[in-house]
């Protein structure tokens, strides 16, 4: 009789490690496979293979479950294996967790009768990951700048997730911050907040006084004529999704740093990118009623 | 030839004076009746009376528009007059902007094609009277204790509006902060910010180690179990709207201090709360094209 | 033979009780006199009579120790004596302890060869009291402003132990903080820790836009040319000790709004108040090797 | 006649060319020397030979002034020249500014009657530097941890001027931070400002909780007893001046990471560094009455 829930944690990153490492300290049966090369052997108990996928309770994909061509993201493996085809080996009433998983894996999953959640649609997950983002976008910030944030005039473009967290630590360094918005409401927060704050439209007439810029919406707000119009020596930090709100093109022919800064918190913080995979993986067994 | 825009500003408190001051300053035609009672005799122009109001371009009723038997909320002045009365001499075309309108009163504008605004349904509205509001529950709350807010635990309840200021605040003076919320997303959101954070259905579990709690949820969470729990000495500041999210009765009885604090905004900082007004009507006007 | 350390409490303030109730919490034998109207009788042992003072190991007077006429000050009480009286009943070897002891009592006590402590003449003590003393500025800034404090120019005049500790606070509010210092390496900490810093010399050149100050030098900074500057409807808050830095006789010539708050600790909260006034005497006992 | 004030600004880093390029735009007569190999060549007048100092009215050496065998500090400069020859051609009158002088320079300098000023003797010229420093501790902080600062358990071991700037920007990015310090009135302070206290004396007992540990105190605290009890994975930082507060021959041999950061303002903040020197040196220009 099967005593232990069974959770099978494949590919990834250094996330990947931390997220089977705290499930294995909770309790749980943990396998792990696609991750041998990670830098100490833990004491995770690795799989040869996958293909006995189908003795797990919950598989877990990793952030992003795919890389080029459909194979499992695996970094840290020499194995090579596609995703759907683990997928294909899954059985009924399995839970398939995963991050960014592409329509293709989703039906895949569906037909097999397979549960599938992934991490991005959870609200929480993305909160939780503005703060390592925020505080990579401060790092390199700091390693790429020859003065201090300290009396540093800053701009923040978009009052969302990432703008709400990076504005107030900013403000906790001492940085002149600024925040633009194109909703009132969001004005208001924001000078509630006791940032200075701008409509996003505006940005033209005020970027020229702001040495640090920080994108974080997902619209080239920093075209050529805006990017134009910033003083030499400014640097840009995009931390939007999707394709970014940067001409990166117009700022390399304009001589300004533009630094296009992507899955931060995987990068920077690896250990807390890993803890909060595995919060939300808690709450997505504690709704399944594991 | 009508050359400017003229704006009538009836009835009200503190809140609707400074209003019709920043108006007229700003250049509009400012015409004020029900407010003769005003502490100093501004340049404002005094109608004798309101019946003329056809000419006006924009009415102004204050927050609220009605007070007890639907008559205009005037407590600055000795006339009395119905609101319903003000709205059935407005003429189509005409700009009707009050707080908490009635059905009553909407309907009779709509069927006199007047245009109805109210402030309440207003995002930033909402927002920016968070401020006042927060810094008046602070200014209560010291008043009533004691010790200071420095070091003290304090609980807010609920992360709306309310509960994201207060706590702002409240960390900024040295108080040690416990929110609460119902969603794991409030939840990332609070720890975030550097609070500590609880599931609002667990406070009956946690509360007896709070001398001062701030309910912000318009639900009864402060019932007579969970009030049962505080420890003699708390003091409970209710700051939701409508009816308050604290057993008032059961306090008295269990003899905790409970005070419920509504209006805040136009008692602690009527010069701000007017400029609030002010500022949405300015985003109101923009918005109907004037 | 003799148990327990023996500590007399004599007269003082709503502090002065919380202080022999954390002592007697803590385990000392507690004799009260002189605050027998206080609110509550709680289960401190009044002593009819002072004159078996002998008995004390510590005997503390409060802060101040002497009212009008060189008299125990006790406003907690109907009993009146001269505080030297007390002093006098004193044995060698005991410890007084009290707060602006005056030099004749001081004297008195050493000759006796009893053992004299200051809580004045404690850094950690007058550290401590910033956190009320800020506080109730803060309080009162509230409750005489018609504006909140976000958002608002608020200066401070002087950077010592009030000034850090209010500018801390008023920023954590969303004031624009302003601090004036004299010293080069003060203006330095200013900046460092994020508020607007002006020489003290240059108040007059600014001041002019500043709708809320706070002095706390006990210099006259505030001279008539200084008030005239103010705008109208200014609030000046003074904290300095000795004899205040406002000329209050201009201000009131001026119209301009201008409070002494002396004592606030004892006045807005007592409660934190006794406990400094406790911690101090702690270190105090500490020190001497009870 | 002469008509300008002249400044020769002598070897350095980055500093000491920020330093130039702030004089020069202030409108004083600018020579440098001994800086050649900077990144860019700004239009600042490099001379071929420093040996008509006698022209200049003030001669700035770096911080230090001397590198090993008392060469003057010039890493950007492929002349290498004793500092002390440089102060024998010196004239009466003369002002001579500089970093960590050596008592031989100084001696040397007061018997040709040059007047002499070291920036470290100025304390705003130390305050000012804390905010580098503490950034600069941050950024390794944030490069060295795969966990955010945000949520962790930082200690920051004592409470002078780096202690005081760093423990305010840990608590403004969300850390959990406790400062020790030996006197009451600091540990008055460290409570005022919202950390917990504890005395340096007892971090022995307390330190095996916490992850990452700041060093400020330039005397052995961490000594091979303390780092012993540190968690694994934990990251130490030593600030100190002098020879640090850290053995760092028992971390290594316990495993643990151990990082001595000196000089960071020259390191991570070079245009701040050197604006802080140009402040500095204004200041002693303004109390010499150029």
Same mark, same amino acid.
């Given at each position: 009789?099967?005593?232990?829930?069974?959770?099978?944690?494949?590919?990834?990153?250094?996330?990947?490690v931390k997220?089977?490492?705290?499930?294995?300290?909770?309790?749980?049966l943990v396998r792990v496979y696609g991750m041998e090369l990670r830098p100490k052997a833990e004491?995770?108990?690795?799989?040869?293979?996958?293909?006995?996928?189908?003795e797990a309770d919950c598989v877990?994909?990793?952030?992003?479950?795919?890389?080029?061509?459909?194979? #499992?993201?695996?970094?840290?493996s020499q194995h090579r294996v596609k995703a759907s085809c683990i997928v294909e080996r899954m059985r009924p009433g399995q839970l398939?967790?995963?991050?960014? #998983?592409?329509?293709?894996?989703?039906?895949?999953?569906?037909?097999?009768?397979?549960?599938?959640?992934?991490?991005?649609?959870?609200e929480e997950f993305a909160v939780k990951n503005a703060v390592p983002t925020a505080e990579g976008a401060i790092q390199i910030a700091m390693e790429e700048m020859g003065c201090t944030l300290c009396g540093t005039r800053a701009m923040v473009i978009g009052y969302?997730?990432?703008?709400?967290?990076?504005?107030?630590?900013?403000?906790?360094?001492?940085?002149?911050?600024?925040?633009?918005?194109?909703?009132?409401?969001?004005?208001?927060w924001i000078e509630a907040f006791g940032y200075h704050g701008i409509r996003t439209e505006q940005i033209g007439h005020e970027i020229q006084n702001y040495p640090l810029v920080f994108n974080t919406v997902p619209m080239q707000v920093l075209n050529q004529d805006v990017l134009a119009s910033l003083p030499?020596?400014? #640097?840009?930090?995009?931390?939007?999704?999707?394709?970014?709100g940067t001409d990166f093109a117009a700022a390399e022919r304009l001589g300004i740093k533009a630094i296009w800064a992507r899955g931060l918190p995987g990068k920077v913080a690896p250990t807390t990118a890993g803890e909060i995979l595995h919060q939300t993986i808690h709450h997505m067994l504690q709704e399944v009623e594991v």
């Open positions: 009789m099967k005593q232990r829930y069974e959770i099978w944690v494949l590919g990834g990153d250094l996330r990947q997220l089977a490492q705290l499930l294995q300290e909770e309790g749980y004491t995770l108990p690795d799989r040869e293979e996958w293909n006995r996928i189908e877990l994909l990793p952030l992003p479950a795919e890389g080029a061509g459909g194979m #499992l993201y695996a970094p840290l398939l967790c995963g991050g960014k #998983l592409s329509e293709e894996l989703r039906d895949r999953a569906q037909r097999r009768d397979v549960r599938v959640e992934d991490y991005l649609t959870r969302g997730r990432i703008g709400k967290v990076l504005a107030h630590r900013l403000q906790g360094l001492g940085a002149n911050v600024t925040v633009t918005a194109r909703r009132c409401s969001d004005l208001a030499p020596e400014c #640097l840009v930090l995009d931390l939007a999704g999707g394709s970014g």
